[in-house]
Structure formats: C-alpha cells, structure tokens
C-alpha cells in the first residue's frame, strides 16, 4: 500500500467516526469532541491532497490555518458547554432543545 491510499483510509476512518459520533451523542461535550475527530480527518485529507498533487508545503500551511480555526472554535464551544451547564443544569441535547423564551 502507498502512502496516499492509507492517508485515504484514515480520512475515511476519521471522517466515518466523528459522523457517527455526531448521530449517537446527547451530550454536548461529546458532539464536540465528534465534530473535533471529524475536522481531523478533513485536515488529513487536506495533507493528503498536499500530497497527491505535489504541494505538500500548500496542504500543511492548510492543515496548519485549520488547526488554528478549529482550536478557536472548540474553545468558544466549550465555554459555552460550560455555561449551559451553570445555568441549566444539564448538557442534554434533547433537553436544551425544548427550551423556550
């Protein structure tokens, strides 16, 4: 097996998880930590569309810009995880969705 057919295998193992994590969590932590396995194998095929083509410089400065984004975002979703706990008691998502004004 080459390189690219197993970079191809672990995007679509990664990608295959964190879907799946996303259909089966209830808990808002959980989702994050899916939609963070999910980014992940985006960033490996990114590195590996790097590779395909021959720039691989260009798919790790991407993976690199992602890394930073995502880490953003996991900690702006994480706070607020933290919030909704504090203020309502549960992290259900099926709880929270039933919320009104």
Same mark, same amino acid.
């Given at each position: 097996?080459?390189? /690219?057919?197993?970079?191809?295998?672990?995007? !679509?193992?990664?990608?295959?998880i964190? =879907?799946?994590? !996303?259909? $089966?969590?209830? @808990?808002? $932590?959980? +989702?994050? +930590?899916?939609?963070? +396995?999910? #980014?992940k194998?985006?960033?490996?095929? =990114?590195?590996?569309?790097? /590779?395909?083509?021959?720039? /691989? @410089?260009?798919?790790?400065? =991407?993976?690199?810009?992602?890394? +930073?984004?995502?880490?953003? #975002?996991?900690?702006?979703g994480?706070?607020?995880?933290?919030?909704?706990?504090?203020?309502?008691?549960? /992290?259900?998502?099926?709880? !929270?969705?039933? =919320?009104?004004?």
């Open positions: 097996m080459t390189t /690219l057919q197993i970079a191809v295998i672990g995007v !679509l193992g990664l990608i295959g964190g =879907l799946y994590g !996303l259909l $089966i969590a209830r @808990n808002l $932590i959980k +989702v994050i +930590v899916a939609l963070q +396995v999910l #980014v194998g985006a960033l490996l095929a =990114l590195v590996a569309a790097g /590779l395909a083509s021959g720039k /691989l @410089n260009l798919g790790q400065s =991407l993976a690199v810009m992602v890394i +930073v984004v995502d880490t953003v #975002v996991a900690v702006i994480l706070a607020l995880a933290l919030q909704v706990k504090r203020r309502m008691g549960t /992290l259900d998502i099926k709880d !929270l969705s039933t =919320l009104k004004k």
